[in-house]
């Protein structure tokens, strides 16, 4: 488990929240209706200098979303960095990061979709980070939904413990690796990249997706089979593919899936609750976990072994 990475502090009273749009534009509405949840919870949330802007389907130009990345890793107060949204955009920051800020003093980086990028990223720099709910969903709802209040609890320093009903599709099997992930079309474009997830021995991947037709992502699992990086990963989790077609080939995603992972002799959790759905459980990217398929139940354990 050598790539396990640094975990950032837990955050206290009074600690600082920027929220910060590194992607595309976001309802200004959506933004502001995460910042009383932050406040109730003892933290001051603030809105970043841009991430209320525009340019073009971009919240900012590149120079002004990697600004106010600059100026929270810059302040001292901040212990936490929480996207406004994804869409598409925050590949325009990877090289421009400054991520001798964040190695100096790590503070969580939190989202998911397009901001898998961002993760991908503070993996191979030895960060970790919070694949979790953004703006939209904490301001929906309340501190006791499950996903709110595991997100709430990793932020102030504990440790995710899920249990859950098996999928008819899992494989059965225990392992333990560094959970890393995200969206399966975002980091499949980070192949051959510094910044590249998937693949890398004794980790635990997770994947999810939205809107990506069946065929694309066969294509996808073909190339990954194809060169290894199945065979290499300690566990996988499949998460939640919505909004896609039946096609004339399969009549749905996890179906299509299923024969690829079948024969890897690694656990595989099929169904998780991660992804682009209410219950979007937040994943620790970087840090070691259990992964325990059963007959029953997955157990998906962070840390406590």
């Known amino acids: 488990m050598d790539k396990q990475c640094i975990l950032p502090q837990a955050l206290s009273t009074g600690s600082k929240i920027a929220l ?7 309802d200004p ?18 809105l970043s200098t841009h991430a209320l802007g525009r340019y073009g389907t971009y919240s900012g130009t590149a120079d002004e979303r990697i600004e106010d990345i600059a100026a929270a890793l810059s302040d001292t107060g901040v212990g936490a960095l929480l996207c406004t949204r994804g869409g598409y955009g925050a590949v325009h920051l990877l090289d421009r990061f400054p991520i001798d800020k964040m190695r100096s003093n790590p503070r969580w980086l939190i989202g998911f979709s397009d ?24 301001g929906a709802t309340d501190a006791e939904h499950p996903a709110t209040k595991a997100l709430f609890s990793i932020l102030k320093g504990e440790l995710p413990d899920y249990l859950l009903p098996t999928s ?23 192949v051959d990249t510094p910044y590249n997830v998937l693949g890398i021995p004794d980790t635990i991947l997770f994947i999810e997706d939205i809107a990506e037709p069946i065929y694309k992502v066969e294509r996808i699992f073909y190339q990954l089979r194809l060169s290894g990086a199945l065979h290499r990963i300690s566990g996988l989790i499949i998460g939640q593919f919505t909004e896609y077609r039946p096609s004339e080939s399969h009549s749905d995603m996890y179906g299509m899936l299923q024969p690829f992972v079948s ?13 682009h759905v209410e219950n979007n459980l ?19 354990d962070f840390g406590h072994f």
């Open 20 to 26: 910060v749009s590194p992607a595309s534009v976001i």
């Open 29 to 46: 509405q959506v933004a502001r209706s995460a910042l009383g949840p932050l406040r109730e919870q003892g933290w001051q949330p603030y």
């Open 115 to 138: 901001v898998s990028a961002l993760h991908a990223m503070l993996f191979n720099a030895g960060i970790a980070s919070l694949h979790a709910p953004m703006c939209r969903h904490v």
């Open 168 to 190: 008819p599709l899992s494989v059965g099997c225990n392992a333990q690796g560094v959970v890393v992930g995200g969206n399966l079309a975002v980091l499949q474009a980070l």
């Open 263 to 275: 024969d890897l002799g690694i656990p595989v959790a099929f169904d998780f609750p991660v992804g």
């Open 282 to 300: 937040p994943m620790i990217s970087g840090m070691p976990a259990r992964l325990e398929v059963g007959p029953c139940t997955t157990h998906l």
